[in-house]
Nanobody, 120 residues
Framework: QVQLVESGGGLVQAGGSLTLSCAFS????????MAWFRQAPGKERRFVAA????????DHIDSVRGRFTISRDNAKKTVYLQMNSLTPEDTAVYYC?????????????WGQGTQVTVSS
């Protein structure tokens, strides 16, 4: 069974930066594509970014491309989301997810989420 634990959320001013981390356990990490989703208050959870098992391929939604970067360290079994130039619209609970293929939907395993709040 895969377990995912996010960390790194918090309160930051607009224009600031945060790096989220997600620790993976339970299976072979490099087998899984990893993704970040977010859920803003009153809205559905939505895909943000994903990285392939090798780390060579990534996918970012348009609204974060150039500001957010997903990466992974297979030796540490950890995936990261570096977030720069944050805006209040980025405020959400951020979830880490794992799946056997790189995609934007239907992930198999989820973390508990970490809150990111961006003040104006």
């Amino acid at each position: 069974q895969v377990q995912l634990v996010e960390s790194g959320g918090g309160l930051v001013q607009a224009g600031g930066s945060l790096t989220l981390s997600c620790a993976f356990s339970g299976r072979t990490f490099s087998t899984y594509a990893m993704a970040w989703f977010r859920q803003a208050p009153g809205k559905e959870r939505r895909f943000v970014a994903a990285v392939s098992g090798s780390g060579r391929n990534t996918d970012h939604i348009d609204s974060v491309r150039g500001r957010f970067t997903i990466s992974r360290d297979n030796a540490k079994k950890t995936v990261y989301l570096q977030m720069n130039s944050l805006t209040p619209e980025d405020t959400a609970v951020y979830y880490c997810a794992a799946a056997l293929t790189l995609r934007r939907f239907e992930y198999d395993y989820w973390g508990q989420g970490t809150q990111v709040t961006v003040s104006s």
